[in-house]
């Protein structure tokens, strides 16, 4: 039985494996429980195996990789066209086999256990970040039910908490009153939370060498260049600064046809979080472009004098993301006076 390529349906406990050979022809359909998952592959000759890119499957790409594999991650939307029938796990795993074996078939690169820590630090803080505005929406908006007003923003909620709280002539019912200052006291425990884990994320930045280089870039803080880092990586599963910034999103949707090129809006593919974050990163880099003489900056006035402020801001998160490609694949900080 000579398995050259398998597709591996992975879940939490059971996961289906179909294998081709060298034809494409079915030779082996398999089930497996995940605590013997590892010990099949080890006694396996070395073989493609593919997955889609989703939850777990960058640490079994890792585990299957340090067993003698080519582990191929694929995104789920390319692996959708080649699954024939009813949708099962063993018609998923075929289809999975089949894309595999197709050499364009676009890939997902494993990430490592540091970038998927960096990666899972941003996602607790955007967590936490995101129960703290919903906190602040719910009691902004019961207190205007009793005619009190607080302006937008933490803090006007911040301010203005205590202050209703010891104000015994506002028509509070005491319930109420010491709903709320359990509510104030989860804001500040959200607050504490936040600061936390934004810490934690600025001390990795001051010591990981590339996340280090990347600040380097106008636009790009702690923030940005370790979210940067934990997605893209080296930058070496890409070719050049482009495919970054496709991959992401941030270039012209394509409607093309009998030789006419139609381009659209930006694709807004790839990972949305990074997205926003370039994307207000350039803002920030165009709101003080006009004050400063280098080589981006007077690019970036022009565009805004053509084009107007919201379009330059797209076209510099764009040209900011090739930039970054540049500085992580080089391994040398940004030039002020270069432009990618």
């Known amino acids: 039985m000579n398995i050259t ?15 081709l050979d060298a034809t494409g022809k079915k030779v082996i359909k398999k089930t497996l429980r995940r605590t013997k998952l590892l010990e099949y592959f ?27 594999h080519q582990v191929k991650l ?10 024939r029938g009813n949708k099962n796990d063993y018609n998923d795993a075929l289809a999975i086999a089949e894309a595999s074996r197709i050499p364009e078939m676009r890939e997902v690169r494993p990430k490592t256990v540091e970038q998927q820590s960096i990666q899972a630090l941003h996602r607790l803080r955007r967590g936490a970040v995101g129960d703290r505005t919903k906190l602040c929406n719910q009691v902004r908006g019961l207190l205007a039910e009793f005619g009190i007003i607080i302006n937008q923003g933490i803090s006007s909620l911040r301010k203005k908490i205590p202050e209703i709280l ?32 934004t810490t934690f994320i600025e001390k990795e ?48 949707r394509q409607h093309s046809s009998g030789g006419k090129n139609t381009l659209l809006g930006i694709s807004k593919r790839g990972d949305k979080y990074l997205r926003s974050l370039l994307v207000h990163g350039a803002r920030s880099v165009v709101n003080h472009a006009h004050k400063k003489d280098d080589v981006l900056s007077l690019w970036v006035t022009r565009l805004v004098n053509t084009r107007g402020k919201n379009k330059a801001t797209v076209a510099l998160a764009n040209k900011l993301a090739r930039i970054a490609w540049a500085v992580t694949t080089s391994r040398k900080p940004y030039q002020t006076n270069f432009v990618v």
């Open 5 to 19: 390529v398998i597709g591996l349906d992975i879940a939490k406990q059971i996961f289906h494996l179909v294998g």
């Open 166 to 197: 010891e104000d015994a002539e506002n028509e509070l019912h005491w319930i109420f009153r010491d709903a709320l200052a359990l509510k104030y006291q989860q804001l500040r425990q959200l607050d504490t939370l936040v600061d936390e884990l």
């Open 42 to 68: 080890a006694n396996l000759k070395p073989c493609i195996i593919g997955m889609e890119g989703c939850a777990s499957s960058h640490y079994w790409a890792r585990e299957l990789g340090k067993l003698g």
């Open 74 to 83: 694929l995104p789920a939307q390319y692996v959708k066209p080649y699954v």
């Open 205 to 252: 930045a001051k010591q990981h060498p590339q996340i280090k280089q990347l600040q380097s870039i106008p636009g790009f803080g702690a923030i940005v260049a370790s979210t940067f880092f934990s997605i893209i990586g080296d930058g070496t599963a890409f070719k050049k600064g482009r495919d970054v910034s496709a991959s992401l999103g941030l270039v012209p």
